[in-house]
């Protein structure tokens, strides 16, 4: 039996995309050779591509004049390409965890950055609101899944500059309206498929509105002329996610998908609130994230954290452990973690409780 799989990243995929990305290795398309081993412009790649796109396209909803990008170079290259391609002399950036610093490092080597709100004083256990964006800024960016810390931006909001997002730990999970942002990015392997591909959804017209020359790899122009096919992508990765694309359509699509998380999240939010052994580490409930769900010992309780962690491992729970920052427990409730697993680990929070 397949154990259940908490890790937050790379991190548990459909078992269809694992499945078909062996019968891809072993013969692709009945082509008698491995995807392993085929030219990424052969047609049947291309075709590859061409599927994964507009399955993006189909299950975002997202508007004709934006492009899908597949790169390589993961989220942390996004720092970089993205104030590169789209900040004149300002952007502005929201601090709600290590990734949002680290995106915000990078856009320092391309000009002013302003922080407009931080929660790094509470180590980013909330959502700073009733910030305000300066208008001259080039872009805001925003990440709307902190993977880490367990914290979730769930609102599509207007705002008077180009609002950016690294959507790396919640694409796919919950409907959004694309056409509040002016760029989407992430690294695949917390939702998507193994680690080696970055998506890039970017809206057309923001492009070419900085002065500075922008070196060609690191240019999204060249990535939308070239069709993700400027030098060689990330083959086998954007094959298992075209693989999990093509699963989550027939389970319905990201409103069905939403709908699974949320009751999954609440079951777990729910115990672990009911539980005295336990406490959640975010206490405002409208900052809690589907996708990552960190929580801690309760008061008194501390000394038992490597027990549970212990008892979890032994009942094939892999990946409870919470970040080396945090402490504690982190439960990842991607996509494809069947309901049964998190039911699996509310019942050893039971007879964890039952007796202490
Ligand atoms: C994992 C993660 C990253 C880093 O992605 P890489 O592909 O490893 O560079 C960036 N942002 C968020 C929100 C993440 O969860």
């Known amino acids: ?18 499945d078909e990305t062996i019968k891809g290795i072993q013969d692709f398309d009945g082509t008698g050779l491995s995807v392993l081993e085929i030219s990424h412009r052969s047609k049947q790649f291309i ?24 790169l390589g170079g993961g989220a942390s290259t996004q720092f970089l390409m ?69 914290t979730e931006i769930f609102e599509d909001f207007d705002c008077k500059v ?25 690294g695949a392997q917390k939702n998507l498929a193994p680690s080696g591909v970055t998506f890039v959804i970017i809206r057309n017209d923001i492009l070419g509105h900085v002065e500075r020359p922008i070196p060609t ?25 075209l693989q999990t694309l093509r699963w989550l359509k027939a389970q319905g699509g990201v409103e069905a998908m939403e709908k699974r998380n949320i009751e999954k999240a609440n079951f777990l939010y729910d115990e672990i609130k009911r539980n005295k052994c336990f406490q959640p580490t975010i206490k405002d409930t409208t900052d809690r994230s589907r996708m990552n769900i960190c929580f801690i010992m309760n008061d008194g309780y501390e000394a038992f954290e490597k027990e549970f962690l212990d008892l979890a491992g032994e009942n094939d729970m892999m990946g409870l452990k919470g970040h080396r920052s945090v402490g504690g427990f982190r439960a990842s409730t991607y996509n494809a973690l069947p309901k049964e697993s998190v039911e699996a680990l509310v019942a050893l929070m039971k007879e964890f409780e039952a007796k202490h």
């Open 1 to 18: 039996m397949k154990k259940h799989n908490f890790f937050a990243g790379p991190s548990i995929l459909p078992q269809f995309t694992i």
């Open 47 to 70: 075709a590859v591509v061409d599927e994964a796109k507009s399955l993006f396209k189909e299950l975002l909803n997202i508007p004709d004049n934006y492009s899908v990008l597949f």
């Open 82 to 150: 993205l104030p590169f391609n789209l900040m004149n002399k300002k952007a502005a950036y929201l601090n709600t965890g290590a990734w949002a610093a680290k995106a915000l490092k990078e856009a320092k080597y391309f000009g002013e950055v302003v922080e407009v709100a931080s929660s790094k004083d509470k180590l980013y256990n909330y959502i700073p609101k009733g910030y305000s964006v300066p208008e001259d800024a080039d872009y805001f960016h925003i990440t709307t899944n902190n993977t880490i810390y367990g």
């Open 162 to 186: 180009p609002l950016v997002a690294d959507m790396s730990s919640d694409i796919f999970s919950r409907t959004i309206d694309v056409s509040k942002y002016a760029m989407i990015y992430g």
């Open 217 to 241: 790899m690191m240019n999204y122009q060249t990535h939308i002329d070239s069709e993700s096919m400027f030098n060689t992508p990330p083959v086998l990765p954007i094959f298992s996610a």
